[in-house]
Nanobody, 114 residues
Framework: QVQLVESGGGLVQPGGSLRLSCAASGFTFSNSAMSWYRQAPRKERELVAF????????TYADSVKGRFTTSRDNAKNTLYLQMNSLKPEDTAVYYCKVPRLGVWGQGTQVTVSS
């Protein structure tokens, strides 16, 4: 079955970096655009980044533009989110999603705090 497994979250100080991974299986990853979302406590889930199936096009939320970069390795069926210059307001559970299938991963917690 379709499965997405995020990893790489954790506790980091403001200004620090983390790289999230999303391992995909059960569908043709290389044919699928992918997205990253996040949900902070008591807030709506929001789109953070989107990447086309070939990885040639990306879009970002204004709040993360210039700090976050999404990429993918289609040979490894893996999606990445490099997060730099992290801020406390980036604290959230981060999810990957296959938009065309409507499938979500289980999420990984990112906490930015001193």
């Amino acid at each position: 079955q379709v499965q997405l497994v995020e990893s790489g979250g954790g506790l980091v100080q403001p200004g620090g970096s983390l790289r999230l991974s999303c391992a995909a299986s059960g569908f043709t990853f290389s044919n699928s655009a992918m997205s990253w979302y996040r949900q902070a406590p008591r807030k709506e889930r929001e789109l953070v980044a989107f990447i086309t199936s070939a990885g040639t096009g990306t879009t970002y939320a204004d709040s993360v533009k210039g700090r976050f970069t999404t990429s993918r390795d289609n040979a490894k069926n893996t999606l990445y989110l490099q997060m730099n210059s992290l801020k406390p307001e980036d604290t959230a559970v981060y999810y990957c999603k296959v938009p065309r299938l409507g499938v979500w991963g289980q999420g990984t917690q990112v906490t930015v705090s001193s």
